[in-house]
């Protein structure tokens, strides 16, 4: 019987994908410590879900206004550590969890990036996934020595160069290439050990890499493109796709011509798991995830929302008064994410869009349109995505830490458990394994 994926969304910040979290009378306020990252790493464990896997982004959000202060008095995404780090924290105190990354093409060297989770596979045995992604706004840009992003389509293109080399340097070493005879003094059979000598538009990189592969070959690739542009690049490369649908029948239509794409570019379908973000209320009754929900209502402020919305979309947001429309000329200029464009656009049926149209219809910094409800419910829910079929599975984001996921594995995981959704021990020792997907063949 097909069994949905579960992959717990996380961020090496003070709060959660909703800013306001930290605020939240049941969040811990130690999100700098170890030991809140290994928490949670254990509860996700304990639920057997696939992996954890961090977001990232390079920069404070601080587009609105052009300054950094309300960012740091609300605490909006003002903690961002290295989440490679922080998720070898994680690693070490779990033995099954596979543990995802984000690293961005923009403003990293493909070897860099290659020989980074290449490492972290090893060191895993075999636990580890890099999250691929095209840095989107001016502030990383500034961070990291530019003035600006690249320009869309662009990083795209220079991002199918990247993956290039990272899976060309993951196949040079054979997986036997590793002799260790010490009566010989051999330690490695050098015929096995290749050099890539890749020289494109975009970038060059000559090798010999110097990690060998890993007891799954070699980590899994996460892609969450959303553009038209990022879809196509997400149908060549991705392994594990992070997905955002506005509803179950966009979602059954966009999963099989996501599907369809892989095979067009030679793929196996099947070797090509969909996920899509969840963020569910869960209590023992429906009276009390509603409950649960006013709470959070309660947390976010308009000032969060401008803030990531300006971050999301690269453009100021306090330069135009709340009821101004934009322009065709400033909605063509939006870049970022443009799928919150697209989708305020589409879901507003409004031509030029008002700032408070962008705050009330994207949902942007809040909980929204999330799942309220008991265990059955939720697992209602998540069923009629999973048999639709719209997605493999899902990316549970949680309202604060730990509290939700720790009600989301002791309520819902037993109810998709009941119903034969969902495994009840993992099946493999690597990522891979669990996740269903064959080692990969060395390319080249």
Known sequence: MRQMSLVGFLQAQNCTIIPASWRHPQARTDSTSPDYYRHIAQVLERGKFDLGFFDDRLAMPDLYLDDHAHTVEHGIRCVKMDPVTVLMTMAMATTKLGLGSTYSTSYYEPFHVARVFATVDLMTVGRAAWNVVTSLNDNEARNMGRQQVIE??????????????????????????????????????????????????????????????????????????????????????????????????????????????????????????????????????????????????????????????????????????????????????????????????????????????????????????????????????????????????FVIAPTHQPGAFEDFVDLVVPELQRRGLFREEYTGATLRENLGLRIPNRVG
């Not at 070699?218 to 553009?227: C, F, L, R």
């Not at 209320?281 to 509603?290: F, G, K, Q, S, W």
């Not at 065709?328 to 970022?336: A, C, K, R, S, V």
Request: proline share 4%; net charge negative; with cysteine.
């Open 152 to 393: 869309h389509d662009e990083r795209y293109d220079q991002a199918d160069e990247f993956m290039e080399i990272v899976l060309g340097h993951w196949s040079t070493w054979d997986e036997d290439a590793i002799v260790l005879d010490k009566a010989r003094g051999l330690f490695a059979d050098s015929s096995k050990v290749r050099r890539l000598d890749y020289v494109g538009q975009h970038y060059r990189s000559r090798g010999p890499f110097t990690v060998p592969r890993s007891k799954q070959g070699h980590p899994v690739v996460i892609q969450a493109g959303q553009s038209e542009r990022g879809q196509r690049f997400a149908a060549r490369w991705g392994e594990l796709i992070f997905a955002g649908y506005g509803s179950l029948e966009n979602g059954r239509e966009q999963y099989a011509e996501l599907k369809d794409a892989a095979a067009s570019n030679g793929r196996d379908p099947d070797q090509m798991k969909i996920t899509t973000i969840a963020m569910p209320v869960v209590a023992t009754t429906h009276a009390e995830a509603i409950e649960k929900k006013a709470v959070l209502d309660e947390l976010p402020n308009e000032v969060d929302q401008l803030s990531l919305l300006s971050e999301a979309l690269n453009f100021d947001f306090s330069s135009k008064e709340m009821d101004e429309p934009f322009s065709d000329e400033e909605l063509d200029g939006l870049q970022g994410m443009r799928a919150i464009r697209d989708g305020v656009l589409r879901k507003s049926g409004i031509k030029n869009p008002t700032v408070r149209d962008f705050v009330n219809v994207s949902g942007r910094g809040r909980f929204g349109d999330g799942w309220v409800g008991s265990a059955v419910e939720i697992a209602d829910q998540l069923e009629a995505w999973f048999t639709a079929p719209a997605c493999d599975g």
